[in-house]
């Protein structure tokens, strides 16, 4: 019970301090998906495969939630560093991990705003028809994805609370899995020496779950719903050894709050 | 003579202390982070995304658009960037209160922004080369050499205007990525302009990068410079009135922030 109202204190505390009355966020979350999804529609309009529309709509709106989920990963740490509360976060009796876990659950979730942005601005602006073969599986897809994203963020925000730069790998990270998850393409169509990277990222067969609830695809959901949950659950056992790791380092060391 | 002698020394040493101080060369890791190799994964994600939606012809088209486009990394950014950190920590009021006339300041900070600019493009074009097969054989090298100098300067100038704006606006990380958003969609680096409804392609005609590109490419293929020196000219002339604006709008801010005492308000 305690620990419920911990995660619905802080899904507040998020949405109406860290999130929402930020412009950078709003930016990140909903000008982001309408940038991509309108580049990548152009392109679209130039490759002559119909098909190639789903790739437009999934990605955009999947690149909007990441960049949204890691400006507010990394500038909640940040402010709490340069507030010189970050010492005092994590000396509550309360477990660090549970205090970023319900802010980055909740980053997840206000995350799917992206994808609702650029799912309206193909149907609506652009004028193209969007067909969703199995809207159940899409949902259940969809669950997976925020549960990918939250357990990634989670994982992250370790390297995000020790480092002093985390401004600096907030830019570094958000590009490269854009890449690496092939968000606006197949990630077959990446080198082969990048694919391994790839294959290890969980919001890659989350993309290509959603991708194949969409269009219908060629049987392989439950198989890549099931890599999904998979991966993400071991980045939340990582990020809970990282956690415990750092907090000990960071109590012996008394660092934690240098900038 | 010891007049001009004392403003270069000026223009060098901001030049070279506030470089420092931006990219925290006490952690040498962020520059490299910053300058090298998120670039070069930015550059590659565009690249992708062309070769997958347009094929082959079009990846190399994208290529060498975006490794044009590094160059606002240093003129916008960079910029700005050099205003803003005072900003935040509550010296701007000091540096615009000093006796040095604040356009040596400002000259200062932008020299090695040119350097930075420069090193992107060709960091870009290497990439290019590399590992997307551009070719380079047949390339008029003076003319490119000329176009890549043309958009430094009017992407500087372009820059200025938003440094200025950094001065009064409190957000200028939003500023900053709407400006990026402008070049990715508008100036053909992604795919041509003529791709772009017909609305919106004055947009990208306003704009700096998207005439130089033009040029740069056809000087890729061979062109001859005296063929491209309509684009290049355009490209220069709204670098100039950029940088009238920029400057213009820098002394205009100053003066309004002295006289409103809103510098370092947030």
């Known amino acids: 019970m305690n620990f419920l109202?911990?995660?619905?204190?802080?899904?507040?505390?998020?949405?109406?301090?860290?999130?929402?009355?930020?412009?950078?966020?709003?930016?990140?979350?909903?000008?982001?998906?309408?940038?991509?999804?309108?580049?990548?529609?152009?392109?679209?309009?130039?490759s002559g495969q119909a098909s190639f529309l789903s790739y437009v709509v999934l990605g955009s709106g999947m690149m909007g939630m990441w960049s949204s989920i890691v400006f507010s990963s990394s500038a909640d740490i940040v402010r709490e560093r340069?507030?010189?509360?970050l010492e005092l976060l994590m000396a509550t009796p309360t477990p660090f991990w549970l205090i970023m876990g319900g802010r980055l659950c909740t980053n997840s979730l206000l995350g799917l705003l992206s994808l609702g942005v650029a799912l309206l601005i193909v149907r609506v602006f652009l004028g193209q028809p969007l067909y969703f073969q199995s809207p159940g599986l899409f949902l259940l897809a969809l669950i997976a994805t925020v549960y990918t994203f939250a357990s990634l963020s989670l994982l992250i925000s370790t390297l995000f609370a020790l480092s002093r730069v985390a401004r600096v790998l907030q830019n570094l990270i958000e590009f490269p899995l854009f890449l690496l998850c092939g968000m606006l393409f197949p990630a077959e169509i990446l080198p082969s020496f990048l694919r391994p990277l790839s294959w290890s990222l969980a919001p890659t067969w989350a993309l290509e779950a959603m991708r194949e609830a969409m269009t219908g695809g060629t049987g392989g959901f439950w198989f890549h719903i099931l890599l999904t949950v998979a991966l993400a659950s071991f980045y939340l056992w990582l990020s809970a050894l990282f956690f415990a790791k750092i907090e000990r380092s960071v109590r012996i060391s008394g660092t934690l709050g240098s900038i | 003579m010891r007049r001009i002698f004392l403003s270069l020394r000026l223009i060098w040493e901001e030049a070279l202390l506030s470089y420092k101080a931006l990219f925290s060369w006490l952690e040498p890791r962020a520059f490299i982070m910053l300058q090298v190799i998120q670039p070069m994964f930015e550059f590659t994600f565009f690249v992708f995304i062309a070769l997958f939606f347009m094929g082959p012809e079009r990846a190399q088209f994208a290529a060498v658009g975006n490794a044009f486009r590094l160059v606002s990394v240093g003129s916008i950014w960079g910029l700005i960037s050099s205003f803003r950190q005072e900003r935040y920590s509550g010296t701007l009021k000091f540096v615009i209160g000093t006796p040095t006339p604040k356009l040596l300041v400002f000259l200062g900070r932008s020299f090695m922004h040119v350097l930075d600019s420069l090193f992107?493009?060709?960091?870009?074009l290497i990439y290019a080369r590399l590992f997307f097969g551009v070719d380079f054989a047949s390339a008029n090298w003076g003319g490119l050499v000329l176009s890549i100098f043309s958009v430094v300067f009017s992407m500087l100038s372009f820059g200025t205007i938003f440094s200025a704006l950094g001065l009064v606006i409190r957000d200028v990380?939003?500023?900053?990525?709407s400006v990026y958003a402008l070049f990715i969609v508008f100036c053909g680096v992604n795919f041509p302009i003529s791709y772009l409804p017909d609305f919106l392609r004055p947009i990208g005609q306003a704009l700096p990068l998207t005439h130089g590109l033009t040029a740069a490419r056809a000087l890729i293929q061979g062109a001859q410079t005296s063929s491209v020196l309509a684009q290049l000219g355009l490209e220069i002339l709204i670098g100039g009135i950029y940088l009238l604006l920029g400057l213009g709008l820098f002394i205009w801010m100053e003066s309004t922030a002295r006289k409103n005492a809103s510098l370092d308000l947030y």
């Open chain 1, 82 to 85: 340069e507030n010189r509360s």
């Open chain 2, 120 to 124: 992107a493009v060709f960091m870009g």
């Open chain 2, 173 to 177: 990380n939003l500023l900053m990525n």
């Open chain 1, 5 to 46: 109202r911990i995660l619905t204190k802080e899904a507040w505390f998020q949405i109406t301090c860290n999130t929402l009355p930020r412009q950078m966020y709003l930016f990140s979350l909903l000008f982001v998906p309408l940038i991509y999804s309108f580049v990548s529609f152009i392109m679209f309009q130039h």
